[in-house]
């Protein structure tokens, strides 16, 4: 396969230059600052946006009549209920076990040496 490297002149094939008047170049575009790029914007537009947003919330929080404490208590006790269900389920399936284990164990170790036995 033959492949030409050569760069075509603008017009070339095409109706006008690409953006930025340079052919095979890129636009410019300004470079980012690392703050910039970490934030998604600059620092004083995300500070606006992050104050406007939490004025809805806390005004929404207040209707709702939750404070910032009551809301972590609130999380904490949920998290604390499901952790319960989940070892008492875990509790109910260790009974299981062991109850199925009493009749399961001596019947397996009956069948063993009654085969050994042959």
């Given at each position: 396969m033959l492949v030409d490297h050569q760069r075509r002149p603008p017009g070339y094939g095409q109706d006008a230059p690409p953006p930025g008047g340079v052919y095979g170049a890129e636009p410019s575009r300004?470079?980012?600052?690392?703050?910039?790029?970490f934030l998604g914007g600059s620092p004083a537009g995300v500070f606006l946006r992050l104050l406007l947003l939490s004025v809805l919330v806390g005004a929404f929080m207040s209707m709702l009549g939750l404070t910032p404490g009551r809301l972590f208590w609130r999380l904490y006790d949920s998290a604390r209920a499901l952790l319960e269900i989940g070892l008492a389920s875990l509790h109910d399936f260790g009974g299981w076990i062991v109850a199925g284990a009493i009749v399961v164990v001596p019947l397996w170790l009956i069948a063993r040496l009654f085969a050994v036995s042959r």
């Open positions: 300004p470079r980012d600052s690392a703050l910039r790029r």
